[in-house]
């Protein structure tokens, strides 16, 4: 016998609940070459459990990345100038902080 719908629906909440990304903000100055102008970047992404990845969306430029982790996007946006990566939320379990990603 199939789950009923409640069940289904059931399974569906507590599966979004425990799959939820954690909310991350990355924030970045280039000084551009030639002028020595600083060029800011800043965007919004969802980091998700169990290695299923990271999207990273910048609304000024409206491109939108994709990595395997929002470190791994930190250590990518770093080769272009001075990065920072922000945790938003408080996942439980989850004690990780900008401090961790600023050394």
């Not at 289904?8 to 979004?16: F, I, K, V, Y």
């Not at 998700?48 to 910048?58: E, I, N, R, S």
């Not at 250590?75 to 379990?93: I, N, Q, S, T």
Request: glycine fraction near 8%; charge should be negative.
């Amino acid at each position: 016998m199939e789950p009923s719908r409640e069940t289904l629906l059931e399974m569906l909440a507590e599966g979004a609940d425990f799959q939820r990304p954690r909310l991350f903000a990355l924030y970045r100055l280039t000084q551009l070459p030639g002028n020595g102008e600083l060029e800011p970047l800043i965007g919004w992404g969802m980091d998700f459990p169990d290695d299923l990845g990271t999207v990273f969306y910048c609304p000024d430029s409206r491109n939108t990345w994709y990595s395997q982790s929002a470190e791994r996007l930190l250590h990518l946006h770093r080769r272009f100038g001075e990065a920072h990566l922000v945790w938003l939320d408080d996942r439980p379990g989850g004690d990780r902080t900008s401090a961790e990603f600023d050394r």
